[in-house]
């Protein structure tokens, strides 16, 4: 069974601060690591993906990889009160030659106080 | 923009009923999947397939089955409800590849 593992908060930061969420995984062969936001009553949306080692940013979002050591972070910066929610880690482990699934982490609970 | 959509927002069923829960996505993905999600355990992978009248066991498929007779749609049946799959369920599509998934706004199921 691969693992994916994460604080399950909650992570309180003040409104303008940085938000550091942490994930490990298991499975040394995953190539594919993803970040999806989920508020409460609603379903995942994809807000980050990465697949090499090193940084990714997209506007207020920084991915961070390191396969080395298993481990994959999502950086919020200037959190706004609309970032609070849940923050699910998933990695893929591809099943067939067409197919993968992706294993979710337990989710991170983010509460940004203004 | 992917759309995926399950038939039902909230479902009421009783202990026993066959269930079907219906998911359509409208951008031709291969991969498919139902997931359940319950407090404190997460999302938990039910069944998937990758291909049509393909499917594959998840993490959690005793007491469900699936169908996927066409490309875009894909069924998630309880052959006979009980209080514990009460539950969110949540639809999502993937073309081939290392892509992430993309979601439908869930059924709540409630069993009673």
Same mark, same amino acid.
């Given at each position: 069974?691969?693992?994916?593992?994460?604080?399950?908060?909650?992570?309180?930061?003040?409104?303008?601060? /940085? %938000?550091?969420?942490?994930?490990?995984?298991?499975?040394?062969?995953?190539?594919?690591?993803?970040?999806?936001?989920?508020?409460?009553?609603?379903?995942?949306?994809? /807000?980050?993906?990465?697949?090499?080692?090193?940084?990714?940013?997209?506007?207020?979002?920084?991915?961070?990889?390191?396969?080395?050591?298993?481990?994959?972070?999502?950086? /919020?910066?200037?959190?706004?009160?609309?970032?609070?929610?849940?923050?699910?880690? %998933?990695?893929?482990?591809? /099943?067939?030659?067409?197919?993968?699934?992706?294993?979710?982490?337990?989710?991170?609970?983010?509460?940004?106080?203004? | 923009?992917?759309?995926?959509?399950? *038939?039902?927002?909230?479902? &009421?069923?009783?202990?026993?009923?066959?269930?079907?829960?219906?998911? &359509?996505?409208?951008?031709?993905?291969?991969?498919? @999947?139902?997931?359940?999600?319950?407090?404190?355990?997460?999302?938990?992978?039910?069944? @998937? *397939?990758?291909?049509?009248?393909?499917?594959?066991?998840?993490?959690?498929?005793?007491?469900? +089955?699936?169908?996927?007779?066409?490309?875009?749609? @894909?069924?998630?049946?309880?052959? +006979?409800? *009980?209080?514990?799959?009460? +539950?969110?369920?949540?639809?999502? +599509?993937?073309?081939?590849?290392? *892509?992430?998934?993309? @979601?439908?706004?869930?059924?709540?199921?409630? &069993?009673?």
């Amino acid at each position: 069974q691969k693992e994916v593992e994460q604080n399950s908060g909650p992570l309180s930061v003040p409104e303008g601060a /940085i %938000a550091s969420l942490n994930c490990t995984y298991s499975d040394r062969g995953s190539q594919s690591f993803f970040w999806y936001r989920q508020y409460s009553g609603k379903s995942p949306e994809l /807000i980050m993906s990465i697949y090499s080692n090193g940084d990714k940013e997209d506007g207020r979002f920084t991915a961070q990889l390191n396969k080395a050591s298993q481990y994959v972070s999502l950086l /919020i910066r200037d959190s706004q009160p609309s970032d609070s929610a849940t923050y699910l880690c %998933a990695v893929n482990e591809r /099943i067939k030659a067409a197919g993968n699934k992706l294993t979710f982490g337990g989710g991170t609970r983010v509460l940004v106080k203004p | 923009d992917v759309k995926v959509t399950q *038939s039902s927002r909230y479902l &009421v069923k009783r202990t026993g009923e066959k269930v079907f829960l219906e998911c &359509v996505q409208d951008m031709d993905h291969e991969n498919m @999947f139902w997931y359940r999600q319950d407090p404190g355990l997460g999302l938990r992978l039910i069944y @998937f *397939s990758y291909d049509v009248k393909m499917k594959e066991k998840g993490d959690i498929p005793e007491g469900y +089955s699936v169908s996927r007779e066409k490309k875009e749609r @894909f069924s998630l049946i309880l052959e +006979s409800a *009980s209080t514990n799959q009460t +539950s969110m369920y949540l639809c999502a +599509s993937s073309p081939a590849g290392n *892509s992430p998934l993309h @979601f439908g706004n869930g059924t709540r199921l409630t &069993v009673t």
